[in-house]
């Protein structure tokens, strides 16, 4: 604080240590002062410092901490709060007005704020252009997710070319080639493939590529190869091809036999009325063939129900071979135990195990999918698969029930022979084409839940890890301890979208170095 006295006498002046404020200014009309009047004058001066002093550090205060402190022990108002109630007010209003027809929408933020500036818009006008720059980017967003989704939905659905490569150049061997048709196995082997004291995988696929690799693993993982007995079957068109290629390339100690579809003099129409109605029926072949957004309301779906109804109309579910599961009692009746499995897994440990655990008295040993440390994967109840909207699927089943996983499963035939399973399978497959297809979101699991129910023994989860076909974080620690690895979604170790650190553990058991392989070009970790 400072005190100035004007060389006139005429004034004294009290200023801040700044030398900007003056605190107060005294005038003195008169040039020629008494003593008397500069003592009183002195005397006020001293009583006010103190009071001076207070105001000064309130000031000093105000400038160091900005309007927080200030405002409220000088009695000024902070007008900040009412701002941000204002902006509230008109954000609200925002939210339920039409935005007006013809806002020119800016490119950027940066240039709203320009032509907030230029243009002087009104708080409102602001608010409605925001609100429609987010709009537009959020829309922009989902339809660049969506047709990303597309995108990878039709590159699981298609055959890559080096594996159409593969099969063409396979089934022309075995036109040409007499030893890519000789018969498997050979004929002094044929009473092991009905002898209940081997064990038997059974293997359903088109993929020649995928079933060399299962077979290869159960074999390199077997710590009794000799005991392994593997029934692969495909369909008509890839039989020569998956025919030649075991023939060409015979795995040492186990036994592979080969069969299409088209020889189980079993599989009729008539023994098995409900393919007809899955090949034929119209809206079935739409669903899964047709225009997956033609009639969505994109605006109110989000990427990932758009990722899951993608997945549930994938064409291999009106795929015989995807259903021929259900028909092993009749296809192998001389088998009393089987473990299948599916073409996308990797099998890394000895499953000479499976056959001695007791299923007591059940028909399928599965692992539980609504149990684990994995979230994502492992939270799947009967609510995951089926519309408890529709009255007939409330009325019969519980909506928190476990379900449990395709893939990697021990079958009891003697058990299954018992039952009525097939039957009940093809009851829900044609009550669900009566439903337009709005019973269930995925293809032959659904049907085979509610098939087995009640019984299906849970086997122990490290036998069958899940998820590595859309599981992008799957944590490899896991990986390495399971026994079966399931690629189980879209992104296949064989396809561009497989993930680049899970696909290792599948292409280590490709022979790279076979002339099919090399000259095809097979995709590479």
């Known amino acids: 604080m400072q005190l100035h006295i004007s060389p006139s006498m005429r004034s004294i ?48 205060l105000e400038d160091c901490f900005g309007r927080r402190f200030g405002p409220r022990f000088l009695g000024r108002v902070d007008d900040s709060g009412k701002l941000v109630r204002d902006f509230y007010k008109i954000f609200n209003q925002v939210i339920t007005e039409e935005i007006p027809d013809g806002l020119k929408l800016p490119d950027s933020f ?5 032509e907030l500036k230029n243009n002087q818009y009104d708080a409102k006008t602001f608010a409605f252009s ?19 989704l597309m995108n990878r939905h039709f590159a699981a659905s298609s055959i890559p070319k080096g594996i159409h490569c593969f099969s063409l150049r396979l089934t022309d061997e075995y036109s040409s080639n007499a030893y890519a048709r000789r018969q498997l196995p050979s004929p002094e082997l044929l009473p092991v493939l009905s002898n209940n004291s081997y064990h038997h995988f059974v293997l359903s696929t088109d993929n ?9 693993s159960v074999v390199r993982s ?8 593997f029934h692969v079957i495909t369909d008509k068109k890839t039989y020569a091809g998956m025919h030649s290629w075991f023939a060409l390339n015979p795995v040492a100690s186990i036994i592979v036999e080969v069969k299409g579809i088209h020889q189980f003099d079993w599989l009729t129409r008539e023994n098995v009325p409900v393919l007809e109605a899955i090949e034929s029926h119209h809206d079935f072949r739409n669903y899964y063939h047709g225009n997956h957004i033609a009639g969505a309301n994109l605006s109110n779906t989000t990427p990932q129900s758009f990722a899951s109804k993608l997945q549930a109309r994938s064409p291999k579910y009106i795929s015989l071979l995807n259903h021929l599961r259900i028909y092993l009692p009749e296809l192998f009746p001389d088998l009393d135990k089987v473990v299948f499995l599916d073409d996308d897994v990797v099998i890394q440990r000895d499953l000479s195990p499976l056959w001695e655990i007791d299923l007591q008295g059940k028909v399928n040993g599965a692992i539980e999918t609504c149990k684990g440390e994995d979230e994502w994967v492992m939270s799947k109840y009967f609510k995951n698969y089926f519309n ?5 699927i409330a009325k019969h089943l519980d909506p928190d029930e476990c379900a449990w996983a395709y893939g990697m499963n021990i079958f009891d035939l003697r058990a299954w022979r018992k039952t009525n399973i097939r039957e009940t399978y093809h009851f829900w497959l044609k009550e669900n084409l009566k439903s337009n297809l709005t019973m269930w979101k995925l293809g032959t699991l659904p049907p085979a839940l509610i098939a087995f129910k009640g019984r299906v023994h849970p086997i122990d989860p490290s036998w069958h890890m ?49 002339d099919f392989v090399r000259n095809c070009h097979i995709l590479e970790s």
Do not use: C
């Open 130 to 148: 925001l609100r429609a720059m987010m709009e537009k980017l959020e829309r922009e967003i989902r339809e660049s997710k969506v047709s990303e």
């Open 388 to 392: 408890f909207s529709h009255p007939l």
């Open 110 to 114: 940066s240039q709203l704020v320009a």
């Open 466 to 514: 899940l998820g590595l076909g859309y599981q992008r974080k799957t944590n490899i620690e896991n990986v390495k301890r399971a026994a079966v690895i399931h690629y189980n979604g879209q992104s296949k170790p064989w396809l561009e979208i497989g993930f680049d650190h899970l696909r290792p553990f599948w292409t280590k058991y490709v022979n790279y170095s076979n």
């Open 222 to 229: 077997s710590l009794e190869p000799e005991k392994v007995v």
């Open 13 to 60: 002046t009290i200023s801040s240590n700044n030398g900007f404020t003056d605190l107060m200014k005294i005038k003195v009309a008169a040039r020629h002062i008494s003593y008397r009047t500069l003592f009183h004058t002195i005397l006020i001066v001293a009583f006010l410092l103190p009071f001076v002093f207070i105001l000064t550090a309130l000031v000093t």
């Open 208 to 216: 020649i590529l995928a079933a060399s690799v299962v077979v290869t």
